[in-house]
């Protein structure tokens, strides 16, 4: 299917659901594969085609496309207002959401000045690169951050973040020996679903 229309039949991939078979494939692929998508949310002919293309490109797990997919939002190929498009879908993995989050930090001046303080893009930055821990130690690692930076637009989002993984944080601390117990106890549940 992803093979046809790589190759040009825009029909082998319903448009409804082009995003999921993105996903997949990004999660399996590899550069090809990045390069094939990335080049869709840069020639796509309608700007749902295109967002939905650059919405993908997060799923890639390799370090190097993670990279290529944070150097996006601060160049003039993603407007400011769609900045959120390529970071969005690296916080469905732990390489991408540890990788936002040091994103963020080595380029909070210039995430200033594309998306000034009052608007409410950078909001939405903040919180798509710190919400998605869910220990007490990034809590403190973030709050020791924002101390030495002003949070005037965003102190909002940055408190939902910050009890957001609050709140996971506890729950991984109350129920983590439940869930490893029902792991270990059904492994070759696991592993039959992994074969299919």
């Known amino acids: ?3 046809k229309f790589a190759g040009g039949d825009r029909s082998a991939i319903h448009p409804n659901i082009r995003a999921s078979v993105y996903g997949i494939v990004l999660q399996n692929g590899g550069e090809k594969e990045y ?7 840069r020639t796509a002919n309608t700007s749902d085609e295109r967002n939905t293309a ?4 997060g799923r890639a797990r390799d370090p190097k496309l993670i990279q290529r997919t944070l150097a996006m939002p601060l160049t003039d190929e993603v407007k400011g207002q769609d900045v ?3 970071l969005g879908s690296l916080r469905t993995h732990g390489p991408g959401i540890e990788a936002l989050w040091n994103w963020l930090q ?7 000045i594309k998306l000034p303080h009052g608007l409410t893009m950078l909001s939405s930055v903040v919180q798509i690169c710190t919400a998605s821990f869910t220990s007490q130690a990034k809590v403190d690692e973030i709050t020791e951050f924002f101390k030495k930076h002003s949070t005037k637009g965003f102190d909002q ?8 993984i609050k709140a996971k944080a506890l729950w991984v601390e109350k129920d983590r020996s439940d869930v490893s117990e029902w792991l270990a106890n059904n492994q070759s549940l696991l592993e039959t679903v992994e074969e299919k």
């Open 1 to 3: 299917m992803f093979g």
């Open 35 to 41: 390069d094939i998508i990335l080049n869709e949310s």
């Open 54 to 57: 650059m919405r993908s490109l």
């Open 84 to 86: 959120h498009l390529p």
């Open 106 to 112: 080595q380029n909070w001046a210039q995430i200033e």
């Open 157 to 164: 989002g940055l408190a939902q973040s910050l009890d957001s």
